[in-house]
């Protein structure tokens, strides 16, 4: 008998529930048929800027809508809030300024506010600071530290691809950058080749100015070194007219570093090292042998001989 009562009960509690949702359903949506008044933040949407202007700030990001609808729209609008475009290439202009002003009749929300009756914008106008666009074309700096294992080097060096790129951004801006950087990298210890592509940076923020391309590749063929030499006739220049010149050695010795792919291609005949008797001290009897040519594929060159004793004979 308890338990019939007890379930009796419960019945009784579950239909009073269910009506009261019902009621209270019925009367939420006949509140949210009719119209009342609203105000919500719309964020702008600026669109359709020209490819040789740039917008370097507006007065406002925001508009505060004021209107009326039905609260079912308005219940709607605020799980899907849109935003509300301006189109860029129809402003208004006043002297220096360019700026948009709102209109309660023409211009309307989107969504499922969009049938709205709009009584005011707050604010009412927004003002636009625009700029012309300009192209530059400036030298990527590599920045870069490189040290080499023992017998390892690079004849080519670091190189990077493209060695310049084009910046665009106002004229105020532009007119301030003559370069930008690779950011840095460090080898230490290097054996092999490196090749990658590496980020661009100017060192500070500069939120305006855009770069094409953002980043550049870089190369560094490294090669196993080895020492060589070979004996070098030496070349008299500039000697007096009326006089005859000897020097003492006649030949060196050319020391330098090379790769091993080349080394047996150098030859004592791609070497011109020269005695330049323009470069004559009445107080010395020596002068200091330079070398003039040299095969691109050598590096670290020396002479076996700092100076050479030199004679002139009338």
């Known amino acids: ?18 009506i009261l949702v019902v009621v209270a359903t019925i009367s ?38 004021t209107g009326k609808a039905s609260g079912y729209d308005y219940f709607k609008y605020r799980f899907f809030s849109q935003d ?12 220096n300024r360019s700026y948009y002003v709102f209109n309660d009749e023409n211009d309307a929300l989107k969504g499922s506010l969009s049938g709205s009756e709009i009584t005011s914008f707050e604010p009412d106008t927004v003002f636009f600071d625009l700029d012309r666009n300009f192209d530059k074309k400036i030298p990527v700096v590599p920045k870069y530290s490189i040290t ?5 080097g690079s004849l080519a060096g670091f190189k990077i691809k493209p060695d310049s790129i084009t910046i665009r951004g106002p004229q105020t801006e532009v007119d301030t950058i003559s370069q930008i950087f690779t950011e840095e990298l460090k080898f230490q210890d290097v054996r092999n080749s490196k090749a990658d592509s590496i980020n661009l940076t100017f060192g500070k923020d ?17 090669d196993k070194f080895t020492e060589g030499n070979v004996s070098v006739p030496l070349q008299l220049i500039n000697v007096p007219s009326n006089v005859t010149a000897k020097v003492f050695p006649k030949r060196v010795n050319v020391i330098f570093n090379v790769n091993l792919s080349n080394y047996e291609q150098v030859k004592s005949s791609d070497f011109k090292v020269v005695v330049d008797f323009n470069e004559i001290d009445s107080l010395s009897t020596s002068l200091t042998p330079q070398v003039l040519e040299a095969p691109e594929y050598v590096r670290d060159i020396r002479l076996s001989e700092s100076t050479v004793q030199y004679l002139l004979v009338k």
Not at 148 to 152: D, E, K, M, V
């Open 28 to 65: 939420v949506m006949i509140k949210l048929n009719r119209n009342f008044s609203f105000t919500v933040k719309v964020p702008l949407k600026f669109q359709n800027l020209s490819e040789d202007q740039i917008l370097k700030s507006a007065s406002t990001n925001t508009v505060e809508v």
């Open 1 to 18: 008998m308890a338990d019939r009562k007890k379930r009796s009960k419960n019945a009784n509690l579950r239909v009073f529930m269910t």
């Open 206 to 222: 500069i939120p305006l100015v855009n770069l094409a391309p953002g980043r550049v590749a870089y190369t560094l063929a490294v």
């Open 148 to 152: 080499f294992a023992p017998g390892y």
């Open 84 to 95: 509300f475009p301006i189109d860029l290439s129809q402003l208004s202009r006043n002297k």
